[in-house]
């Protein structure tokens, strides 16, 4: 496609609930960053993959986040047991390939989360 | 000390004026900078990015760095309401973690 998308563009979902936001990133982009954004802050790191593998985790809170994207392309965000503190913006980004001096990360769309 | 900091405004300008946003950042090893404008609801859009100290024009913003300062700004000149929104400075950590600071928020006013 010709830039990120994500699904759904809104979640809402009751404490104690699975959900999985999707992430498509840019056509040939290798690699594929997942933030979260809260109220009027900026977007903050969760995690970031290169091909398939999770190259950097550390952004994500706690084990009830986890993340996939099996086959290089398409990502999940994945959250168990929700928490009304996980109610937010969660953004994901691509870019051609990271490691190089100029890495662009260009935004999907997010999709709002909120726990009730 | 945050890693990287914006004034969160708002900053109001008038139409036409110059508007001057700043954003300080705190690892001297930062190579590359990136300006993001964020409308209400929307996601981060690219503006402008910026890898040597000294100005970089592109048509009515000019970003400016200097690294001695550790400083950072974007100019926009000539403003109009539709740049109002809130613009976000990016610093990448390492080769490929971007860390945001809050976003200003610009409204200029007609």
């Known amino acids: 496609g010709a830039g990120v998308s994500q699904t759904p563009s809104n979640k809402v979902t009751e404490k104690g609930k699975y959900v999985e936001l999707r992430c498509d990133p840019i056509?040939?982009?290798?690699?594929l960053y997942w933030y979260r954004q809260s109220l009027g802050q900026g977007p903050e790191f969760l995690i970031y993959?290169?091909?398939?593998?999770?190259?950097?985790d550390s952004g994500l809170p706690n084990d009830r986040f986890f993340a996939v994207r099996p086959e290089g392309s398409v990502s999940t965000l994945k959250i168990q047991r929700t928490e009304r503190g996980d109610s937010a913006v969660y953004l994901c980004a691509s870019s051609l390939s990271a490691g190089a001096v100029i890495d662009t990360q260009y935004f999907g769309p997010g999709t709002r989360l909120t726990v009730l | 000390q945050k890693e990287v900091e914006q004034n969160s405004g708002p900053l109001s300008v008038p139409e036409g004026a110059i508007a001057s946003l700043n954003c300080t950042y705190s690892?001297?090893?930062?190579?590359?900078f990136f300006w993001y404008r964020q409308y209400s609801g929307k996601s981060p859009e690219l503006i402008m990015s910026i890898y040597s100290n000294g100005d970089k024009e592109d048509g009515r913003f000019t970003a400016q760095l200097n690294k001695a300062s550790q400083y950072v700004s974007l100019l926009i000149r000539d403003s109009q309401p539709s740049d109002s929104a809130t613009y976000l400075c990016?610093?990448?950590?390492?080769?490929?973690?971007?860390?945001f600071g809050t976003g200003t928020r610009l409204k200029v006013l007609a």
């Open positions: 993959f290169q091909g398939t593998g999770a190259a950097d």
């Open positions: 990016a610093v990448p950590s390492g080769t490929y973690k971007y860390i």
């Open positions: 056509s040939g982009h290798t690699a």
């Open positions: 690892d001297r090893g930062s190579q590359s």
